[in-house]
Nanobody, 119 residues
Framework: VQLQASGGGLVQAGGSLRLSCAARRSISSVFNNMHFGWYRQAPGKQRELVAN???????NYADSVKGRFTISRDYAKKMVYLQMNSLKPEDTAVYYC???????????WGQGTQVTVSS
């Protein structure tokens, strides 16, 4: 499984971005049995969980993004998204897509995409 993240960029505070994560080289039976998450890492800080989505469709969000970010998945396209609204300068970070395959208990990471929010 190869994860490819995209959609980052420079946006003004209050704006929106949608990050995408493509699960390449994965068949449906694998994709459908993966938990997905978005993490971020700001300069000088540890990587932190932003949002995750399990195979049952349950979501979990960091308190700092609740009500502003939404994680979702498209089974047909084998894509995972992070819709980010009302962006703040403190959301500036490199965002990483993560997948946890239940059957093998393996974790996969995308390459990261930079999000910069200007004030």
């Amino acid at each position: 499984v190869q994860l490819q993240a995209s959609g980052g960029g420079l946006v003004q505070a209050g704006g929106s971005l949608r990050l995408s994560c493509a699960a390449r080289r994965s068949i449906s039976s694998v994709f459908n049995n993966m938990h997905f998450g978005w993490y971020r890492q700001a300069p000088g800080k540890q990587r932190e969980l932003v949002a995750n989505l399990n195979v049952a469709g349950n979501t979990n969000y960091a308190d700092s993004v609740k009500g502003r970010f939404t994680i979702s998945r498209d089974y047909a396209k084998k894509m995972v998204y992070l819709q980010m609204n009302s962006l703040k300068p403190e959301d500036t970070a490199v965002y990483y897509c993560n997948a946890h395959w239940l059957e093998s208990r393996s974790d996969f990471w995308g390459q990261g995409t930079q999000v910069t929010v200007s004030s």
